[in-house]
Each structure stands twice: as structure tokens, then as C-alpha cells.
């Protein structure tokens, strides 16, 4: 246990469908990433939050929105699903703003668009 | 933009066989990381260089970050089954101080025959 945890680590469903992916960062880590795997892609950021704050922001689709809560959970929100958006969504937390010393990843939530 | 490109992309090596995995980077980076994804699971953090020409090592793993701070290597001596996986590389990208957002090297994945 990487001490990141996501949910669900599965989810299938139907092209147009909207989905929301949750993320609670390691204890005392106020940095959130996310994230996207496709089989054939390495690791794609999509957003970065820093203790509740937006400060970057990948070639995440406008289909694509996310945010960081008080207690820094974060959520992911895809909407409109399309087939292509199907992966492998990993949420990472760092303790520092920079991310040095390394991000420490979810087991990851798989999503299957059908 | 910044990339991360990493060679090679796969890697089949008998058990016993030594393996390497080289990173460059179009920019200089401010450190490097290493991350090892085990198949069906998250990135691990291996590793963070951040001098010029700096070699660490952790057991059978010799990681090494460029004179020039442009590219790394990865080094395993005798791979073990336990070496299967794939490898990343990632670094920050450049000129983003508000943001610890790291470009991933796109991996290689390393199998090992008994």
C-alpha cells in the first residue's frame, strides 16, 4: 500500500457517459497529480493541484475537469466519454510543491469505455 | 515542446544478463527520477539525481545523470526475474517553478527468461 488511494480501481461504461475518479494523496502530502496511461502512450499529465490550487495543466481535454478539496482529495471528472478514453488513470502525491524526492503513485483506476 | 524520449523500448535479456536504459532529454534538467512500473501495477520511485555527472547506486541498479544534465542511464547488473518491468525516466519541466510537474520518457519494459 503506496499510501494513495483510488477509486474505484475499475470502471466500465457506455461512450457519453460521465465519470468521476477520486484520490486521497498520502498522508501530509499537499501536491496531487494526475495522470494518463494508454497501452500505447507512456505516462501523459494531465493536472496538477498544490493544497487546493490549480498550478499546472497538461493537454487535458475540455471534456476532462478536476479539483482539490479542502481535506485534499481530488477528483477527476471525464464527461461525454469517448471510446478513446479508455486507460489507465494514476493519481500521484508529493509532499513538496516541486515534487522533489518523487511522487508516490495510486494503484491506478482502469477505465473501460464501451 | 519538452520531451523525454527513452531508448530502447523493449529489452529481452536471459537471466544473468546484464541491462541498460538510456533517457535524454531536449532541454537540461534540474534533477532526473527513475520510476519501475511492475506489470498491472503503479510507478515505484527508484531514484532522484540531481548533479551534473552523479552516479548512485542502489544493489544490482547503477543510475547516472549526464555531465550536461540532458540525458541518464540505468544500469542492472546480472537481471533477476524480480527485474521485470518497465522503466521510466521523468523530469520537470523546464521553467516551471510554480509546478512540480514531471515529463515521463515514454519507458522500457524489460523482460527477463529464466
Known amino acids: 500500500d503506496s499510501g494513495v488511494t483510488q477509486t474505484p480501481k475499475h470502471l466500465i461504461t457506455a461512450t457519453g457517459q460521465r465519470v468521476t475518479l477520486r484520490c486521497s494523496p498520502r498522508?501530509?502530502?499537499?501536491?496531487v497529480y494526475w495522470y494518463q496511461q494508454s497501452l500505447d502512450q507512456g505516462l501523459q499529465f494531465l493536472i496538477h493541484?498544490?493544497?487546493?490550487?490549480?498550478?499546472a495543466k497538461g493537454n487535458i481535454l475540455e471534456r476532462f475537469s478536476a479539483q482539490q478539496f479542502p481535506d485534499l482529495h481530488s477528483e477527476l471528472n471525464l464527461s461525454s466519454l469517448e471510446l478513446g478514453d479508455s486507460a489507465l488513470y494514476f493519481c500521484?502525491?508529493?509532499?513538496?510543491?516541486?515534487?522533489?524526492?518523487?511522487?508516490?503513485f495510486g494503484s491506478g483506476t482502469r477505465l473501460t469505455v464501451v | 515542446g519538452q520531451q523525454v524520449m527513452q531508448i530502447p523500448q523493449y529489452q529481452h535479456v536471459q537471466e544473468g544478463e546484464d541491462f541498460t536504459t538510456y533517457c535524454n532529454s531536449s532541454?537540461?534538467?534540474?534533477?532526473i527520477q527513475w520510476y519501475k512500473q511492475r506489470p498491472g501495477g503503479h510507478p515505484v520511485f527508484l531514484i532522484q539525481?540531481?548533479?551534473?555527472?552523479e552516479v548512485k547506486k542502489q544493489k544490482r541498479l547503477t543510475f547516472q545523470f549526464g555531465e550536461a544534465k540532458k540525458n541518464s542511464s540505468l544500469h542492472i547488473t546480472a537481471t533477476q526475474t524480480t527485474d521485470v518491468g518497465t522503466y521510466f525516466c521523468?523530469?520537470?519541466?523546464?521553467?516551471?517553478?510554480?509546478?512540480?510537474?514531471?515529463?515521463f520518457g515514454q519507458g522500457t519494459t524489460l523482460q527477463v527468461k529464466p
Open positions: 539525481l540531481v548533479k551534473s555527472g
Open positions: 493541484y498544490y493544497n487546493g490550487e490549480e498550478r
Open positions: 498522508s501530509g502530502d499537499l501536491s
Open positions: 500521484a502525491s508529493s509532499v513538496a510543491l516541486r515534487g522533489s524526492y518523487g511522487y508516490t
Open positions: 532541454t537540461t534538467l534540474s534533477n
Open positions: 521523468a523530469g520537470p519541466e523546464k521553467g516551471s517553478s510554480n509546478t512540480g510537474k514531471l515529463i
